[in-house]
């Protein structure tokens, strides 16, 4: 090409649509491609593969599985604790382990959700499934000691050792969901 002669791209008649990264002086897939098509291409492809397929099969029935247990266990604890014959306090613990397992369930089951979504694990779920966990075990420790009357030797032992444990574990995890949710507004107010 000459000096005098200027290089133009050709431009596509007004109003006529041109895809994004489709180069009008190359033929169809000629010439370089963007590496964010290349890569949203091959996602594409793997994506129908029958093993993908497989895997959303097994996550969507492990979602169906925890949402049929969380509706049973609800459904059995509010049997019980309408109809049982036993004292009042006891069937009003077990009334209250059972929605707290109820509410672990449903967390679970949302966290399986969101990974659905494409937002991979998120950490704060398990976080406060944890510290549901560790306030039913306070609860059952707390019960127990309640119902049975004086304990002492081993047996209080053993129930000061759990509470102090499921405590430990409560507070830790607490510290680690304010630590997870202040990291997160600095990254946000970052951007």
């Known amino acids: 090409m000459h000096k005098d ?3 133009t791209t050709p431009q596509a008649p007004q109003g006529t649509p041109v895809e994004p ?9 000629a010439g370089p491609r963007p590496a964010a098509a290349v890569q949203g291409s091959w996602r594409n492809v793997l994506k129908q593969t029958p093993l993908h ?3 959303d099969a097994v996550q969507y029935g492990v979602a169906v599985f925890l949402l049929i ?12 604790f309408l109809s049982t014959q036993s004292s009042y306090p006891q069937s009003l613990i077990s009334a209250i382990d059972g929605v707290l397992i109820v509410i672990i369930v449903v967390d679970v089951l ?4 969101t990974h659905f979504e494409g937002s991979g694990f998120p950490l704060r779920p398990f976080l406060i499934i944890g510290i549901i966990s560790a306030v039913r075990d306070i609860l059952s420790v707390s019960a127990r000691l309640a119902l049975q009357g004086p304990v002492s030797g081993a047996g209080f032992e053993r129930s000061a050792i759990e509470l ?7 507070l830790a995890l607490s510290v680690a969901l ?14």
């Open 178 to 191: 304010v630590l997870t949710r202040a990291s997160e507004v600095t990254t946000t107010a970052e951007e």
């Open 164 to 170: 102090g444990v499921s405590s430990a574990v409560a």
């Open 69 to 80: 247990i969380a509706v049973v266990v609800l459904i059995r604890t509010a049997i019980n």
């Open 110 to 113: 949302r966290t399986v959700l």
């Open 53 to 55: 397929h497989s895997v």
């Open 21 to 29: 990264g489709h180069s009008l002086g190359q033929p169809e897939g």
């Open 5 to 7: 002669q200027e290089m």
